[in-house]
């Protein structure tokens, strides 16, 4: 994931930043509207992110709620609205740029506050070979699979490209990066500040997994802990202040990344999904954002309570794997001219609506009183064990659009009068040359 992580990045600063910002695009589906004036594409494009936006912002509270409750023994209710409430306030008066800066000091806190944290905690084992000894001790009498466990590839080759798919190329479809680069003060700044960023990200994954060792050599594989319920014991554990230091940064962090998401998904509703909003004043759009933020964010914050959240990792996964048609529609677009309307707009419909189909039969029929039910029931329960993680809806989301908007585009050629509008379009947009600028 650490990798994926700075790829993911790297990838939008180097190919996608700079166009983004030549457009002055504030979300990705108006990339479709200047190219085709096509508002099925930029619907589309946007119900794709939205599904990615509307799992990250139930995640936000249900997280800050998990942490303050497990700490705290507060409700759960009440630590989801707190953190609902926070995130809200923060969005409506930070605006991107007071996210932005404190998204960077915050991540820069946890590394440092965790870091920290797990080097007390390892000291307070006995050092890393002790950590190993303890670690493997319980996985052990777990019956887990040591070698698998502390594998690099140990969670199989199709996990790790379905990762690398729902972490790495759905990025160029996400909203909030095309806000990023629109707001920047230079274009000069883009492609270094991306791969800031991509250095940043990685670093967190790693951290993330140093605590999760540290916690199975102290708890063990059956203690119960899980997910961030891990960073709140431990970090209890060292002591408290330490500790306290640890969960506040933690908090911070999430709050912080989850308000330019929560942003993102509010403009992008306002410029998607209300043509009128074309002919706003620039005070009358900034009082849309808000009202739509405040509803939006409040609205994540009761389905975070009232959902039912096993694993947030494969449910953030899900929502990348979401925006992946409209990034390789997006692709095509920038780096192949003869892209059409419909090989794009029918692409995007094949990834999503494949993908989502997917995992709803997947969800469905993946029990295994499933596998004597009989009928399509079990024909499906047959067919995703033997699949095994092939089955990854991401899969799905990347093949269908990759092929099929060349085969519809080179069947369905762009008609003359398109060609015109191709012609403003890319010299609006210029071309990628050899040092990654364009013009």
């Excluded at 920290?116 to 303890?134: E, S």
């Excluded at 629109?182 to 605590?211: N, T």
């Excluded at 992946?324 to 090989?343: C, S």
């Amino acid at each position: 994931y650490s990798v994926n992580s700075f790829a993911a990045l790297f990838l939008v600063g180097l190919f996608f930043a700079i166009p983004y910002r030549k457009l002055k695009v504030v979300s990705v589906g108006q990339v479709f509207d200047f190219r085709w004036g096509s508002r099925r594409c930029q619907w589309l494009t946007s119900l794709c992110v939205q599904a990615e936006y509307l799992v990250v912002n139930i995640i936000e509270p249900y997280v800050i709620g998990s942490i303050v409750s497990g700490v705290t023994g507060l409700p759960f209710v009440v630590g989801v609205a707190m953190g609902g409430f926070t995130i809200v306030l923060f969005t409506v008066m930070g605006g991107l740029k007071g996210t932005a800066i404190t998204n960077v000091v915050h991540c820069t806190v946890i590394i440092l506050g965790l870091g920290l944290v797990g080097y007390v905690a390892m000291q307070n084992i006995g050092g890393w070979d002790q950590v190993v000894v303890q670690a493997n001790a319980a996985l052990e009498s777990s019956g887990k699979d040591e070698a698998k466990w502390w594998s690099f590839t140990g969670i199989g080759l199709a996990t790790i490209i379905a990762l690398f798919i729902s972490a790495t190329i759905h990025t160029p479809g996400a909203s909030v990066y095309a806000n990023y680069a629109s707001s920047a003060a230079k274009q000069e700044y883009l492609i270094p500040g991306f791969f800031l960023a991509g250095v940043i990200a990685a670093i967190m994954p790693l951290v993330a997994g140093f605590i999760g060792v540290l916690t199975m050599a102290t708890y063990g594989a059956d203690s119960g802990l899980s997910s961030y319920l891990n960073i709140a014991q431990l970090a209890i554990d060292t002591g408290p202040i330490l500790g306290g230091i640890a969960l506040a940064a933690v908090l911070a962090a999430v709050i912080s990344s989850g308000a330019p998401i929560l942003l993102a998904s509010s403009t992008m509703f306002v410029n998607d999904w209300i043509p009128a909003s074309k002919d706003y004043s620039d005070e009358k759009k900034l009082k849309a954002y808000k009202i739509v933020t405040v509803v939006y964010g409040s609205s994540a914050a009761v389905i975070a309570y009232v959902g039912n959240i096993t694993s947030v990792l494969q449910l953030l996964l899900l929502g990348f794997a979401m925006v992946v048609p409209p990034a390789i529609a997006v692709t095509y677009v920038f780096y192949w001219k003869k892209t059409t309307e419909f090989a794009a707009f029918w692409g995007m419909v094949a990834g999503f609506g494949g993908g989502l189909m997917m995992w709803l039969l997947n969800t469905l029929f993946d029990g295994a009183e499933n596998a004597t039910a009989g009928g399509f029931a079990q024909w499906w329960y047959e067919i995703i064990n033997m699949l095994g993680e092939w089955r990854d809806p991401s899969f799905l989301t990347l093949m269908l659009p990759l092929t099929i908007i060349p085969v519809l585009t080179i069947l369905f050629p762009n008609s003359a009068q398109d060609d015109d509008k191709s012609e403003s379009f890319y010299k609006r947009l210029g071309r990628i040359q050899k040092n990654l600028s364009w013009a």
